[in-house]
């Protein structure tokens, strides 16, 4: 028992010096604050990508209607340009490129319309091409709105339409996009950017009628189809999904409980960005349920 008073009065003596201690506070507020300075960090990341690919998308759209603005071959007949199948797709090419890793026909579309003048004096679309897999169609009709009467004001937002001049036509694109947050949906959800770009052809062109069609009827880019066939997509791959497509589809009209996990390419009614609007394959072909 004679040893226990020095024993307290040590463990005292610790638990003092231990109280008195400051070297580990740092480290531990260090960890404690961590995890919230690396979340704010990550969310602000995820911010700036999607400023950045807005932004980029934007500039694809006003690039995109700046040179469908350009093209042509000059018509010594005509005075004139006249624009093909081939060069329009040489324009959602130049838009792909630009886009880069984003996927801008897998994961969106674009519309390119051509606004002219009809013969009553009022707005049109013209002709009409579009290239994407998304589900997503014009917001201001598609080809032939406006061809006769003054009904159709133009294109754009309401208060800010914009219109054709006699003689000549304007190139509008209309870009949808969907993007896939970094972090999935830890900060935000996918959203889906939108961007419209309008320029007035720079040359003398031929206009009141549609393109020259120069391509094969799979290359050529209508806006009855949802796909990603590009000027360098093969023949092979083309025909490859278009027989997916047909196999897919004929598997659909024979489901009679609609169960569509087995049909051969299908991914839960569209890409993921477009879930239960239309049915895909080979990451090439889309076409709308």
Do not use: H
Not at 31 to 36: E, T
Not at 83 to 108: K, M, P, R, T
Not at 239 to 267: I, R
């Amino acid at each position: 028992m004679a040893g226990k008073p020095g024993l307290f009065a040590r463990t005292r003596k610790v638990t003092r010096a231990l109280r008195r201690d400051r070297s580990g506070l740092a480290l531990i507020e260090f960890a404690f604050s961590l995890p919230i300075f690396i979340g704010l960090g990550f969310y602000g990341v995820e911010v700036a990508n999607l400023a950045v690919t807005q932004m980029k998308m934007s500039q694809i759209a006003l690039n995109m209607a700046d040179n469908a603005s350009r093209i042509g071959t000059l018509n010594s007949n005509l005075a004139a340009k006249v624009i093909n199948e081939q060069q329009i797709n040489d324009v959602f090419q130049a838009a792909s490129i630009q886009a880069g890793a984003a996927g801008l026909y897998d994961d969106g579309r674009t519309v390119l319309s051509s606004l002219e003048v009809n013969a009553s004096g009022g707005q049109t679309i013209m002709w009409q091409r579009c290239k994407g897999m998304a589900i997503e169609d014009s917001e201001y009709g598609p080809q032939g709105t406006g061809a006769t009467g003054t009904g159709f004001a133009g294109m754009g937002p309401p208060g800010d339409k914009i219109s054709a001049s006699v003689g000549t036509a304007v190139m509008y694109v209309e870009l949808t996009y969907t993007y896939e947050p970094l972090f999935g949906t830890m900060f935000m959800e996918p959203q889906e950017l939108r961007q419209e770009a309008a320029y007035t052809v720079r040359d003398a062109r031929e206009i009141g009628k549609e393109p020259t069609n120069n391509v094969v009827a799979a290359r050529q880019s209508t806006c009855n189809k949802y796909d990603a066939i590009l000027p360098q997509t093969s023949d092979a791959d083309i025909a490859a999904a278009q027989a997916a497509l047909a196999a897919a589809q004929s598997d659909d009209d024979d489901d009679d409980d609609d169960d569509d996990e087995d049909m051969p390419g299908y991914s839960g009614g569209n890409n993921p960005n477009n879930p239960g609007k239309g049915l895909c394959v080979a990451q090439l072909v889309c076409v709308k349920i």
